[in-house]
């Protein structure tokens, strides 16, 4: 039992490095399962192909749900095999409670709440996590982790960037207000009305459904323009800094020879 | 009472990096308090919020202004304690012109002019200034001094950017209104409005609102563009620099001694 | 025979950096016929330019045409002087087949199929292809070659990178549809539909022919336009950090060496 | 005369770091005049502020002509001081011929020319060159060299970036044109037509006068998006290096000390 458990965790679990075999080919299949899970979702949406193809779309997902069921089974079976998860109790627990065991129940839950509900326009909504079974193929890139790790290792940095945007957005929109409201009282009606306005001009999207027309509102308009690059500047910089500071300290151990008694660091 | 005023003064200043007991409780306490402010102010402007909530609003308006009002007096009494406002009255001047000091006199001013004054319009305007309650909460981050040092160290090179920026800005303005003055006279019916166009153009914002119908004018505002992202790039790569030197010297003195033999290198 | 071939070659090829006498010169022809004709090509659509100078369109394009045909067959004739083409038939296929080689196929196929084909919109989609002509001129910069190494070095990071923005693409456009549908059901018709603007969105393009109107729909739309931004963020990072570890080991080798005793760094 | 030509040499050119005494005032005086006519150019087209204040702009627009054609007229007397432009005679021809001589006479000349020509609308074309005046500004600032250092340090690889955005221009409007062409004729007439939406597109200015109807269309404008911004952050990402190399040689002297003999380097 214990020998089965063993190998089909290996079988699931890819992050250790080992891609040969039925382990591979499992997870190419998982991946494929998982795209085509996206694109039935997305295109489940446009009323000609929902007609035409509704009986493939429901065959579809319901192989989906079992086929992702029987895995999110097995893996909370297996899950004790991880150093992390290893009481057969509190382990698996945790497991479950852990955010990719959370997404995959994500990925199936709302197929069986479906079942049970009568108001449709809930069914309708929670059809939307499924779309979390795309976070799933974020376990096998390499890649991933080092920008996760980038990312991690600036989250103050990015966190504050975010505080700042949101402070300036604030100020920025509440002395448009009183500055444009008089003109356009329907556009700019409020502070929260304004705000709309404030992030597509901080941002540069400029949709052009609101924007200010008298002389000092296109004046605040344009320094607003000007301070949100600013502001976006920074996550960049932090950014930068973060891969240049990565790639120093793992891709350079060649250079990183003591000069003085010529050792590796 | 001396003694009295040191121990206020190490619970209302946080800057020491003491955050423990009383001190603590009484910071999240204010940040709490600005934080609904803000929320305050914004909702305040929404006309159905502000007809339902009016006497909440008022109330919480009230209190806000006595505690800020409080603590402001309580922050002139015990600031001789900070070495550089130690003067008895000297001192307690330079801290109520002191940037923080501002900050927390516009916070509460308003409120009692709006008492004394009249004119509705005038207080309309005032209320503006409540919003730089807002910026008291940069006292309490670590992260957000570091991107103050970063733009500190680079405050030359980044005025230039923005000059450079206003240069162009107006060359280009200048040049469009020529180009497309005859073709649009209302839109672009002088330099100073055809700079309207100027920003959105360069900062990319583009509502849409204005822009070039000529074929030259059109070349020119693909210029424009073309022109304001390089412009753009410029502060972008100047604070890169700036987070690169800042990490340089702040964060890596440990590392660069050699393991082996302890050396410098 | 052979000895023309070689000569042949050393005129047709600039790549290993001889840039005198008849070399030069046939390229610099090269690089101006295919300037040329990008202009032919992009003014061709121009319906009041094609009707005026009809003539001299069809003249320049059969100039080109041969132009093009012979120096062609040249190439192929001399590419065997190639190391990496070097065999008379299998090296004289691998180059027909390589990127360069399909590319100088492309540009002259378009005019060959049109003479045989009856249904002429087909032939005017293949005239497309002759724009690929201008990659041609991508052979003569230095330049270009760095910045396509620090983005082949690179490739890993930012195809995931456009990975994650389809992901958040898909992930984005997908709640907005059920956000926004029931109050746009024409503009949000489907998640394909609102994924058109979640690109706009997330680049900050803007259109404005597609937005959101509702409360909840603006909070996202915002949210969507900060994220864009923070995920574009990482290409330029990225393309930063492998700029400097180019310039880094590539450029500063000669200066790692102290002036005074002569010893590497 | 020698002995005043030096004089007012030493007073006229301040780039040699004197910024003392009678060249401080007069460099300042310089700055608030051209300052004060860039505004009065801009000011000049509000057809209000033209009407009423007609003879004041009149007036210093004359007395702006005067000074500078007086101060053109001793910068060419006295620059047989800078070692440059040594010989009596070509010195001063070559200082005509040199930018900032130019600029100095495009500042001038419109204002002669109009004393003669009758044909209005040259007039008000040539009028544009006074904005010319706004350049002179850029000899007062040291960032600003920094920034110019920067930028010619990396010119090459910036105008290939400038090239790379012009060829996708080129290929991404042209297949464009063929596939939005049909739905939209009036608006995608033809490939330069396209070229305007390209532009605002691959810039993500996106004023939404143009913009993609069918789903090909907006595939392509997608991509189109996503690509302009991956080609905008490489000159984002060759400027930042670039300021890394300048600090790196010209801000860390004292940690560029040579481990084995101590030197400086």
């Known amino acids: 039992m214990h020998h089965y458990r063993r190998s089909l965790y290996r079988i699931l679990e890819i992050s250790n490095g080992r891609r040969q075999g039925i382990s591979l080919i499992f997870n190419l299949l998982l991946v494929t399962i998982i795209t085509l899970n996206s694109i039935a979702i997305v295109l489940h949406t446009v009323p000609e192909y929902n007609q035409r193809f509704a009986r493939l779309f429901y065959d579809f997902e319901f192989f989906s749900v079992v086929f992702f069921t029987i895995e999110y089974l097995l893996r909370i079976w297996v899950c004790v095999e991880n150093e992390l998860y290893r009481h057969w109790f509190w382990g698996r627990l945790r497991y479950i409670f852990s955010i990719s065991g959370l997404i995959d129940f994500l990925a199936i839950f709302p197929f069986y709440f479906s079942l049970f509900a009568t108001d449709l326009s809930i069914v309708r909504i929670l059809r939307l996590f499924r779309i979390f079974r795309l976070f799933r193929m974020?376990?096998?890139?390499?890649?991933?982790?080092?920008?996760?790790?980038?990312?991690?290792?600036?989250?103050?940095?990015?966190?504050?960037?975010?505080?700042?945007?949101?402070?300036?957005?604030?100020?920025?929109?509440?002395?448009?207000?009183?500055?444009?409201?008089?003109?356009?009282?329907?556009?700019?009606?409020?502070?929260?009305?304004?705000?709309?306005?404030?992030?597509?001009?901080?941002?540069?999207?400029?949709?052009g459904d609101i924007h200010p027309i008298t002389p000092l509102g296109k004046l605040l308009g344009g320094?607003?323009?000007?301070?949100?690059?600013?502001?976006?500047?920074?996550?960049?910089?932090?950014?930068?800094?973060?891969?240049?500071?990565?790639?120093?300290?793992?891709?350079?151990?060649?250079?990183?020879?003591?000069?003085?008694c010529g050792k590796e660091i």
Chains 1, 2, 3, 4 share one sequence.
């Open 223 to 260: 320094m607003t323009a000007i301070i949100g690059i600013g502001l976006f500047a920074l996550p960049t910089g932090i950014l930068v800094s973060g891969f240049n500071e990565h790639i120093r300290f793992h891709k350079t151990p060649l250079q990183n020879r003591c000069p003085h």
């Open 138 to 207: 974020s376990r096998y890139s390499h890649a991933f982790r080092m920008i996760q790790r980038v990312v991690a290792e600036k989250k103050e940095e990015l966190i504050l960037s975010t505080i700042l945007v949101i402070f300036m957005l604030i100020i920025v929109s509440s002395v448009m207000y009183y500055v444009e409201h008089a003109a356009q009282p329907d556009k700019f009606s409020s502070i929260p009305a304004t705000m709309w306005w404030g992030v597509t001009a901080m941002t540069t999207v400029g949709y």
